[in-house]
């Protein structure tokens, strides 16, 4: 949702219904000497936006909201499933080297581990596969499970979680990306993946109002 500037008649719509809500639209339309047709684009705009509620047979009513609480009440309506990306998974045994290969040639900072069965068993970031790099190891000899990163000491999230609960967790843990997971009865299943990106993605679409 966009931060909308007002413009003056709605300023003035805003202020009628502050002093004199609940009222009708007929009613805000001969405070300010218009039709109810003039007014209805309005109307709608400030309902949408969210400044004001309308109910039947009662009228127009100020919700006392501000620009930053509607604002957090939008980010309290995106889930992280509106925003994630397609994981990138590699088997555990997999080489060092070719997880480099893969982490170039798919353009992303993260890849996830999973185990024979394809579930989740540690994350590899770029800075792991740097760390593994610098000295005279034979990157095709040493497999990633050595070096990649396992639970509990995986932060992860789920579809059904807001994305400002996820975007905390890659503030406060200081990481790139998330797996999105589903727990089974075997392990965790890796159904998508949350990166910055995804969440820079979600505040230019906020911007935007798209």
Same mark, same amino acid.
């Given at each position: 949702?966009?931060?909308?500037?007002?413009?003056?008649?709605?300023?003035?719509?805003?202020?009628?219904?502050?002093?004199?809500?609940?009222?009708?639209?007929?009613?805000?339309?001969?405070?300010?000497?218009?039709?109810?047709?003039?007014?209805?684009?309005?109307?709608?705009?400030?309902?949408?936006?969210?400044?004001?509620?309308?109910?039947?047979?009662?009228?127009?009513?100020?919700?006392?909201?501000?620009?930053?609480?509607?604002?957090?009440?939008?980010?309290?309506?995106?889930?992280?499933?509106?925003?994630?990306?397609?994981?990138?998974?590699?088997?555990?045994? @997999?080489?060092?080297?070719?997880?480099?290969?893969?982490?170039?040639?798919?353009?992303?900072?993260?890849?996830? @581990?999973?185990?024979?069965?394809?579930?989740?068993?540690?994350?590899?970031?770029?800075?792991?596969?740097?760390?593994?790099?610098?000295?005279?190891?034979?990157?095709?000899?040493?497999?990633?499970?050595?070096?990649?990163?396992?639970?509990?000491?995986?932060?992860?999230?789920?579809?059904?979680?807001?994305?400002?609960?996820?975007?905390?967790?890659?503030?406060?843990?200081?990481?790139?990306?998330?797996?999105?997971?589903?727990?089974?009865?075997?392990?965790?299943?890796?159904?998508?993946?949350?990166?910055?990106?995804?969440?820079?993605?979600?505040?230019?679409?906020?911007?935007?109002?798209?």
């Amino acid at each position: 949702m966009k931060m909308i500037e007002l413009n003056k008649r709605q300023e003035q719509i805003l202020s009628i219904v502050k002093e004199n809500g609940p009222i009708t639209g007929e009613q805000i339309a001969e405070r300010l000497n218009l039709t109810r047709a003039t007014l209805r684009p309005d109307l709608a705009i400030l309902t949408m936006s969210g400044f004001l509620d309308a109910r039947p047979r009662v009228g127009y009513f100020y919700t006392g909201k501000t620009g930053t609480q509607l604002l957090t009440d939008h980010l309290k309506n995106i889930f992280v499933k509106d925003y994630q990306s397609i994981p990138i998974v590699i088997v555990e045994n @997999v080489s060092v080297y070719d997880a480099i290969v893969t982490m170039f040639l798919e353009d992303v900072g993260t890849l996830f @581990v999973a185990d024979k069965t394809g579930f989740l068993v540690g994350v590899l970031s770029r800075k792991d596969l740097l760390r593994a790099s610098i000295g005279k190891q034979e990157l095709t000899q040493i497999p990633v499970n050595i070096i990649m990163t396992r639970m509990p000491n995986i932060t992860v999230c789920k579809k059904e979680d807001l994305l400002i609960d996820a975007a905390k967790k890659l503030i406060d843990k200081q990481i790139d990306a998330l797996p999105i997971i589903k727990e089974t009865e075997n392990g965790l299943e890796i159904v998508g993946r949350l990166t910055k990106t995804n969440i820079t993605k979600a505040f230019v679409a906020l911007a935007e109002d798209e």
